[in-house]
């Protein structure tokens, strides 16, 4: 549903805005998003691993995760408010980042979350959700109606939040339990935080390499571009739900067979990675051919140029399905480092190729570096160790169609 509404609804409010307002837009969004892992301190896996292991100690785990956040939070806008002053950007963008950021405060409820994930209770976390989700859709939609300015959609950031956090709290109140705001304590936060450091980094360096793209975009050609560049990415990137959820599905079953046999294992490992391959090809193949005419169709002659940044982007989904497969065995193998490494590479690459290309090549020069920085990070790292170079000799056999006949 939100793949859904971020086409439609999102698509609408791109095209009301045109390319400029929607760059602005796009740009506060990335420029918020670098630093969100200081807000989250890496604490979502290891708060619903210790919810799982002592449930008694729940209210003292929320609340010590709650204020850490909080913390965390607090840090990020002071750091934002900081760099903000050494960038060029006029006051109303710096605004606008200001309010998004703002809204990170809220995600300190996400503790609610957690221990819903430790008791597998989902089925509230997807309610909060969907509530967020209709409510930030029925305001774009007004204001689009409306003729609203960008503020107001800006506005609407700000409130995702904030729907989120009262949604699961009221869900949490729903539970009968009792309240975890009381509960911090400075030997657990401190635990907390040493083994959640390195976490804080990884999301780091993800978030760079994620979103230094947009960001380098609007300081070296200008916000309009910004705009045509993230039109196609979010057309680009709405695939990328496909490789995680036939990874989750499919990697409780290889890991399974590793128990019995470690060529079952492989075969299915390699089944895996060609399955992903192959469907990847099959999105960025019809994507290369019409994606002037989708651009066009979706988001208006205004956006034009953005056709040919999703004719390349498109095909880093490829490699993204390969490092979304291969994480999953670097957990299995207890090689989470590797998966730190190679996104760390990857994003010193990005960065790199965008101060090269972009000046030279613009907004193709940028989904170029993207690709092949992605192709580094999910395909020719795994080469670089003895411990991983089998997962690349299975990554290449993947373009081979190996495993597919295979009685596995």
């Not at 930030?136 to 959609?153: H, P």
């Not at 291969?326 to 299995?332: G, K, N, R």
């Amino acid at each position: 549903m939100r793949m859904v509404a971020g086409v439609l609804v999102g698509v609408w409010v791109a095209r009301y805005l045109g390319p400029t307002q929607f760059g602005v837009f796009s740009y506060a969004l990335a420029f918020t998003t670098l630093f969100s892992s200081i807000a989250k301190l890496g604490l979502d896996s290891i708060i619903v691993r210790d919810l799982v292991r002592d449930p008694s100690q729940r209210d003292l785990y929320m609340g010590t995760a709650f204020w850490l956040k909080v913390g965390g939070a607090v840090a990020m806008l002071g750091v934002i408010v900081l760099i903000t002053q050494l960038t060029p950007n006029d006051p109303t963008t710096e605004l606008y980042i200001l309010i998004i950021a703002s809204g990170t405060i809220f995600q300190s409820f996400e503790v609610v979350n957690f221990y819903f994930q430790s008791r597998a209770l989902s089925k509230f976390v997807s309610i909060c959700k969907l509530t967020q989700l209709l409510v930030s859709s029925l305001l774009k939609i007004y204001f689009v109606l409306t003729g609203a300015g960008l503020f107001w959609f800006v506005i609407v950031s700000l409130i995702d939040q904030a729907t989120v956090a009262v949604s699961l709290y009221i869900a949490y109140r729903y539970q009968k339990l009792g309240s975890f705001f009381r509960r911090f304590d400075m030997v657990m936060a401190k635990r907390l935080l040493k083994d959640s450091w390195p976490l804080i980094l990884s999301g780091l360096v993800i978030m760079i390499y994620m979103r230094i793209d947009q960001i380098m975009i609007k300081e070296m050609l200008g916000e309009k571009e910004v705009g045509h560049y993230s039109a196609a990415v979010r057309l680009s990137e709405v695939w990328y739900f496909i490789p995680v959820i036939i990874t989750q599905s499919l990697f409780p079953a290889i890991i399974s067979a590793k128990k019995s046999s470690e060529r079952l294992y492989h075969a299915r490992l390699q089944r895996l990675f060609t399955f992903l391959v192959w469907i990847g090809v099959a999105l960025a193949l019809p994507m290369t051919f019409l994606s002037d005419w989708l651009i066009i169709l979706l988001y208006g002659e205004a956006y034009k140029e953005a056709g040919q940044v999703l004719m390349i982007h498109i095909w880093a989904s490829i490699f993204v399905s390969l490092g979304v497969a291969s994480s999953s065995w670097f957990t299995s193998e207890n090689l989470q480092r590797y998966s730190f490494y190679r996104t760390f590479w990857g994003a010193i690459i990005n960065v790199v190729l965008n101060l090269g290309l972009i000046p030279i090549y613009g907004l193709v020069g940028a989904a170029m570096a993207t690709v092949f920085s992605y192709m580094v990070a999910g395909l020719a790292f795994d080469m670089c160790s003895k411990k991983t170079r089998g997962m690349f000799f299975m990554k290449v056999g993947a373009f081979m169609l190996k495993g597919v006949r295979s009685g596995y």
